[in-house]
């Protein structure tokens, strides 16, 4: 399966299968279209009545250029079969039931009252609760008893706001340093916070433990302040900037990233992007908004449109400021086409419902955060386990060839699928497609390709 685009003068050809990327000339980029469905004297007309005006076109070069096709193709990098498709349900199955990471919900609350939160203003749909030690502790013993002979754990701290139970956390962490080394484990933790209540104690803590932060900023101050707003309605841009730059300054500017959320408000998302790479961060997000259709802020068939050239427009001036010395990274433009991602996680997605679950504050277990508050989607709980094992296993099933929507996509190894919750909350199942989702993450892809490609030629030409 071969995927063709044009995209800031590059032309560029993806073999799925292979990984393999080829940036080529007009001619080859033809040739290549028409290869697989006619002969090569078929082949050398339709080109040369097409560039047999050009002086550098001739029937010969053509002729060497389909030869140089019909070589890349018997060296698995051009048409290259799909060899992953009896392997999709059988990889999630060899991890057995081991667990790599959980999702801590400390608060079932926050602080503020952002209007397009799906957590439901942190309280899940239900009660506002924080969690007790006692139960962040057991989750971490969880954790232990089924991560196998995995050595590396992930415990992301969320909510609501985590940080309106700060000192639960800090003791959740002192326990588990306490206890890693005699189950020969080593635990990475994760903050995300909307920024409010970082103080000084905050940033030691979390810059000497936490291995990666994660703040919530939208973007300019307008674009933030119109929805990320407390109680009292009053916008939180001014509060939470100068300690979000406190916090990046004692990091070292690394190990964080800003993570905004873009709605119909401002499709145009780009400028918030750069707004804050020119305030002095680097390791940004812009995340689609995910909320019901009807909702004022959902982006609209225009908006898609318009974030689609958006993702152009970034990756261009990315591109621009990295010449200048200004380099930024944008987290969904991160990709390693020579050592990406195993073909497991290629297959398999994220993980969620299997090797990664989420906990609230009572214990109970969820496939992911973005499930919580979803009765249905209830796996069990930190003391007895996973007791809904069919609801596990329809989670394993979930890979890139379980949709019939996904089996020509050429993005399909890159999303894995897709995300089941978003999935789930656009056609309510985790199998379905969320078809905006699904376009603005194979633009994202076509970018990130494309940046790939330019930053070789650069590097060529140096």
Wanted: proline share 3%.
């Amino acid at each position: 399966m071969l995927h063709q685009y044009k995209l800031n003068g590059y032309n560029i050809v993806l073999d799925t299968c292979s990984g393999a990327v080829h940036s080529v000339d007009d001619v080859a980029y033809d040739i290549i279209a028409l290869f697989e469905d006619h002969t090569e004297e078929e082949i050398v007309r339709e080109i040369m009545a097409r560039y047999g005006a050009r002086e550098d076109v001739t029937e010969a070069d053509v002729r060497l250029c389909i030869g140089d096709v019909r070589a890349l193709k018997a060296a698995g990098k051009l048409f290259s079969p799909d060899t992953f498709a009896p392997m999709a349900g059988t990889l999630k199955a060899r991890s057995g039931d081991v667990v790599k990471a959980l999702c801590l919900h400390v608060a079932h609350t926050c602080n503020l009252n952002c209007a397009y939160c799906f957590a439901s203003q942190g309280k899940y749909h239900g009660e506002r609760a924080l969690m007790r030690f006692e139960t962040g502790k057991r989750a971490l013993d969880f954790l232990i008893e089924h991560s196998g002979t995995r050595h590396n754990l992930e415990v992301d701290f969320f909510g609501g706001e985590p940080l309106m139970n700060w000192d639960v956390v800090k003791q959740l962490v002192q326990y588990a340093r306490s206890v890693e080394k005699a189950h020969g484990k080593h635990f990475r933790f994760t903050l995300t916070t909307n920024g409010v209540l970082i103080d000084e104690d905050v940033i030691d803590f979390a810059n000497r433990e936490m291995s990666n932060v994660v703040l919530s900023l939208d973007g300019r101050k307008e674009i933030h302040d119109r929805l990320r707003v407390d109680y009292a309605g009053n916008g939180s841009y001014d509060r939470i900037v100068p300690k979000f730059k406190r916090l990046v300054a004692a990091r070292g500017g690394r190990n964080y990233y800003m993570r905004g959320t873009f709605t119909h408000a401002n499709p145009d998302f780009t400028r918030d992007v750069l707004h804050m790479a020119d305030m002095g961060f680097t390791e940004l997000s812009m995340e689609p908004v995910v909320c019901a259709g009807d909702d004022p802020a959902a982006l609209t068939k225009e908006d898609i449109a318009v974030v689609k050239r958006e993702y152009e427009v970034l990756a261009v001036e990315m591109l621009r400021r990295q010449k200048e010395g200004r380099p930024f990274t944008f987290y969904h433009y991160m990709l390693d086409l020579k050592e990406g991602p195993c073909i497991y996680k290629r297959l398999s997605g994220c993980g969620s419902g299997t090797e990664y679950m989420a906990v609230t504050p009572w214990g109970d277990l969820y496939p992911c955060h973005q499930f919580v508050g979803e009765e249905r989607y209830k796996l069990g709980d930190i003391w007895h386990g996973v007791t809904n094992t069919a609801l596990r296993e329809e989670f394993r099933a979930c890979n890139a060839y379980a949709r019939p929507e996904c089996a020509d996509c050429w993005a399909k190894l890159y999303c894995s699928g897709g995300c089941a919750a978003n999935a789930y909350h656009a056609t309510g199942s985790i199998r379905g497609v969320y078809e905006p989702g699904c376009e603005l993450f194979k633009k994202r892809i076509e970018c990130a390709i494309m940046m790939r490609v330019a930053e070789d030629a650069e590097k060529r030409n140096a």
